[in-house]
């Protein structure tokens, strides 16, 4: 178990974030938080000096694809993941960041098992995750290497990889939005890809999507395809 910080005027109980608690003991402080997880109204936020505080809403994420009729034969994301009808496919998102992306292959029909590393974000997901009503989304704490007994038992078809990368080789026309930036400063770079590609290769699944720049360099081998979207390109890899 890892402890987790979290700033509260009001005493945390300890039925109150319950998901939390499967991964870390939880230490309250009352002090005035100025960075840093902070606890108000039954509400998680992550509260940054210089850029205020954020929160997941997994429910608004799902509710912006409403109007969208997505055809999962012509959407680069779906295609290079290779989805199939509703619940077919089992994705595993290696880094699931905001969930932007799982929301948006769950709307794509898949089942996602998503995992997160950094503390703070795992934990604003697990958060968000408790008011979201899905039987086909999971969110797990830690790296997704750390999963092999998972990865045994209920083994995904698919693995989904969005590294954080340095801002070159990205579109350097849009600004990030401020979330994209709170989480550069909260996870950094994400430096071990090709760790990351080696377990994936060695891992017995036989599909790996990357996510990339439209213009970045692919990540260490030659994809055996791509699939190049509006803001993104998902380079597919079959093992
Ligand atoms: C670029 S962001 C992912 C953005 C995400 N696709 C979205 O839609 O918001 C990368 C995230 O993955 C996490 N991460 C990177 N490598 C990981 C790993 N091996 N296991 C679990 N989480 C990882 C980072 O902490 C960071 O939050």
Same mark, same amino acid.
């Given at each position: 178990?890892?402890?987790?910080?979290?700033?509260?005027?009001? /005493?945390?109980?300890?039925?109150?974030?319950? !998901?939390?608690?499967?991964?870390?003991?939880?230490? /309250?402080?009352?002090?005035?938080?100025?960075?840093?997880?902070?606890?108000?109204?039954?509400?998680?936020?992550?509260?940054?000096?210089?850029?205020?505080?954020? /929160?997941?809403?997994?429910?608004?994420?799902?509710?912006?694809?409403?109007?969208?009729?997505?055809?999962?034969?012509?959407?680069?994301?779906?295609?290079?993941?290779?989805?199939?009808?509703?619940?077919?496919?089992?994705?595993?998102?290696?880094?699931?960041?905001?969930?932007?992306?799982?929301?948006?292959?769950?709307?794509?029909?898949?089942?996602?098992?998503?995992?997160?590393?950094?503390?703070? +974000?795992?934990?604003?997901?697990?958060?968000?995750?408790?008011?979201?009503?899905?039987?086909?989304?999971?969110?797990?704490?830690?790296?997704?290497?750390?999963?092999?007994?998972?990865?045994?038992?209920?083994?995904?078809?698919?693995?989904?990889?969005?590294?954080?990368?340095?801002?070159?080789?990205?579109?350097?026309?849009?600004?990030?939005?401020?979330?994209? /930036?709170?989480?550069?400063?909260?996870?950094?770079?994400?430096?071990?890809?090709?760790?990351?590609?080696?377990?994936?290769?060695?891992?017995? +699944?036989?599909?790996?999507?990357?996510?990339?720049? +439209?213009?970045? !360099?692919?990540?260490?081998?030659?994809?055996?395809?791509?699939?190049?979207?509006?803001?993104?390109?998902?380079?597919?890899?079959?093992?």
């Amino acid at each position: 178990m890892e402890d987790l910080f979290i700033y509260s005027e009001t /005493q945390i109980e300890p039925e109150e974030l319950s !998901p939390l608690r499967t991964y870390f003991d939880i230490e /309250q402080s009352s002090q005035n938080c100025v960075e840093g997880l902070l606890y108000r109204d039954n509400e998680l936020y992550y509260r940054s000096k210089e850029r205020g505080d954020i /929160q997941f809403n997994l429910n608004e994420l799902w509710a912006s694809h409403q109007n969208k009729k997505y055809s999962i034969n012509r959407e680069p994301l779906a295609k290079s993941l290779g989805i199939k009808g509703q619940g077919m496919t089992h994705v595993w998102d290696l880094t699931c960041g905001s969930a932007k992306d799982s929301i948006l292959i769950l709307k794509f029909g898949a089942r996602v098992t998503a995992f997160e590393r950094n503390p703070s +974000v795992a934990a604003l997901l697990l958060s968000a995750r408790e008011k979201f009503n899905s039987n086909s989304f999971q969110i797990n704490f830690g790296s997704a290497l750390d999963y092999a007994e998972l990865l045994k038992n209920d083994p995904p078809d698919v693995l989904y990889y969005d590294p954080m990368y340095p801002e070159e080789g990205k579109k350097k026309s849009a600004l990030p939005r401020k979330e994209m /930036q709170v989480f550069r400063e909260l996870v950094g770079n994400d430096l071990d890809e090709e760790e990351v590609f080696k377990w994936a290769k060695g891992s017995g +699944v036989k599909r790996l999507v990357v996510k990339r720049g +439209v213009k970045s !360099p692919t990540l260490t081998a030659r994809p055996s395809s791509k699939y190049i979207g509006k803001s993104a390109r998902y380079d597919l890899y079959i093992f």
